[in-house]
């Protein structure tokens, strides 16, 4: 199984400061279909998960522009230009391109 | 609305049976492939299994194959996952996601449904 390793674990950040999530793994994510399926999730408190960002870099409908996906192959970055209250939670990444599909452990992120 | 609403979780012995439904609404339901993914309370996100859209290919994390079926019924618009021969560590939240073939993720989510196994 492909192993994403995500750090930090825990984020604390002040509200209008950035914040930075690495996913990382040691298997191309690289789709035979030239394709990179790397997604990320961001679950707050009592909610389902929720699609951010996928293939690395493209904004699902709805998701502000603070949030930005960056990286290629084996090493990916989940950036939030000024953290805002509602951005308390838990960050996933997510590949989808070898089966099974893996998460990192996720990244929980508390405002200061 | 775009929506997807599991239910059927509860609390089972280990040895029994379970069988998940997902109602799906506000999408062409005959036209996506659909998942399962638990979550163990505080813990991560483990992806459990997928289904193609017509319900002819199915795919299962090792933790579950030979125990867990999944199925649809697209006249229904609805998911299942019969689970059996249920351990304690199964126990989890258990959510149904849709495949978007456009976004290359999982662009849906349900709200999820706790199973339990404890005796």
């Known amino acids: 199984d492909i192993v994403m390793t995500q750090t930090p674990l825990s984020s604390v950040v002040t509200l209008g400061q950035p914040a930075s999530i690495s996913c990382k793994t040691r298997?191309?994510?690289?789709?035979?279909?030239?394709?990179?399926?790397l997604s990320w999730l961001q679950q707050r408190p009592g909610q389902p998960p929720r699609l951010l960002i996928y293939k690395i870099s493209n904004h699902f409908s709805g998701v502000p522009d603070r949030f930005s996906g960056s990286g290629a192959g084996t090493d990916f970055t989940l950036k939030i230009s000024r953290v805002e209250a509602e951005d308390v939670g838990v960050y996933y990444c997510?590949?989808?391109?070898?089966?099974?599909?893996?998460f990192g452990r996720g990244t929980k992120l508390e405002i200061k | 609305e775009v929506q997807l609403v599991e239910s059927g979780g509860g609390l089972v012995q280990p040895g029994g049976s379970l069988r998940l439904s997902c109602a799906a609404s506000?999408?062409?339901?005959?036209?996506?492939?659909l998942h399962w993914v638990r979550q163990v309370p505080g813990k991560g996100l483990l992806w459990v299994s997928r289904i193609n859209d017509d319900g002819s290919s199915t795919t299962y994390a090792d933790s579950v194959k030979g125990r867990f079926t999944v199925s649809r019924d697209n006249a229904k618009n609805t998911l299942y996952l019969q689970m059996n021969s249920l351990r304690a560590e199964d126990t989890a939240v258990y959510y149904c996601?849709?495949?978007?073939?456009?976004?290359?993720?999982?662009?849906?989510w349900g709200q999820g449904t706790t199973v339990t196994v404890s005796s």
């Open positions: 298997q191309s994510l690289v789709h035979s279909d030239g394709n990179t399926y």
């Open positions: 996601a849709r495949w978007s073939d456009y976004y290359g993720g999982m662009d849906v």
């Open positions: 506000g999408f062409t339901f005959s036209s996506y492939w």
């Open positions: 997510m590949q989808a391109t070898h089966f099974p599909y893996t």
